[in-house]
């Protein structure tokens, strides 16, 4: 497929082709890219990570590795083809893959992230993808966005979170110029820097159903998905906070989750949805779920 842009960041315009592409979060997922966690480490960059050093978090490194080849061997399992980011000793966030390029329906947009540390991680992804035959067509150079922050909903609608840390106002204008000039509906949801990441409180399970930490949600935002017909399952703040929110739709039907989130499977199987439950419990203290270590490259519509 060629794509073709003629955007302000990234310099000038180009054509490019390219067989990956994602224009719908919980359309069937065919390609995704993951990254062993060789050199995870507790980085105290955000809440989560920090309550889990104040409680005496180390890694396991055999148990983060056996972890992750379980969330490999269930996507592989359910059809989807996995690809690596080769890792690297100093980006112990590395294989939190989601956070520093995002697959977009016109190609793969290389993001700024905030933090310093996820900011190097950029060079390396794009390198990498472009080892695959898979081109930049973007580059976010104004402002600070993160892929956890980053829904692209279903054709039509896109979904930002703004924390003004990780994600600020000028970051997410940018990477939704194009989504604008092709006339998707664009909203924005602001929260607290305390939830990290958007999908940490909001994931979508299909087209029109989404995880939702309703009590910590601003009331314009829910009134925002409840306009555009999105059903909203309520996740309470506790599961939140230990990643029940942050899942990923391989189809718009079988939801990859974390174990241990009872009470949030059993409502979404009450929603006619399919869990498919892991232990992630290292990546979770590390501030990271099933949504942080997965990024799409591919998804095609049912």
């Known amino acids: 497929m060629k794509l073709d842009w003629r955007y302000e960041d990234g310099g000038g315009a180009g054509t490019v082709t390219c067989d990956f592409l994602v224009a719908g979060e919980t359309d069937r997922l065919t390609d995704i890219l993951l990254c062993a966690p060789s050199h995870l480490a507790p980085v105290p ?84 993808l472009g080892r695959m035959g898979i081109p930049v067509a973007r580059r976010i150079t104004r402002g600070t966005i993160e892929g956890g922050d980053i829904c692209v909903a279903r054709p039509g609608l896109l979904i930002l979170g703004l924390s003004g840390e990780r994600t600020s106002e000028e970051g997410a204008r ?64 506790k599961d939140a906070r230990t990643l029940g929110c942050n899942v990923v739709s391989l189809d718009g039907r079988t939801i990859v989750m974390r174990a241990g989130q009872d009470e949030v499977a059993a409502r979404v199987r009450a929603a006619g949805f399919e869990t498919v439950e892991l232990d992630v419990a290292q990546f979770a203290a590390c501030g990271g779920g099933v949504h942080c270590l997965t990024m799409p490259l591919r998804r095609v519509r049912a």
């Open 45 to 128: 960059c955000c809440s989560a990570t920090r309550a889990s050093l104040r409680e005496g978090f180390t890694v396991s490194n055999g148990e983060a590795m056996a972890q992750h080849r379980a969330l490999r061997d269930a996507l592989e399992a359910r059809g989807v083809r996995c690809h690596f980011l080769p890792a690297r000793p100093d980006m112990p966030d590395l294989c939190f893959t989601r956070d520093a390029g995002v697959m977009t329906p016109w190609g793969f947009v290389a993001l700024n992230p905030a933090m310093a540390h996820r900011a190097r991680e950029v060079e390396h992804l794009s390198q990498t």
């Open 174 to 237: 940018s990477f939704a110029e194009p989504f604008f000039a092709q006339g998707w509906d664009v909203v924005h949801c602001a929260f607290d820097p305390h939830f990290l990441h958007l999908d940490t409180q909001f994931c979508m399970l299909d087209a029109t159903h989404a995880l939702a930490c309703v009590d910590v949600l601003d009331d314009a935002f829910l009134t925002a998905m409840a306009s555009r017909g999105i059903d909203l399952i309520p996740v309470s703040y």
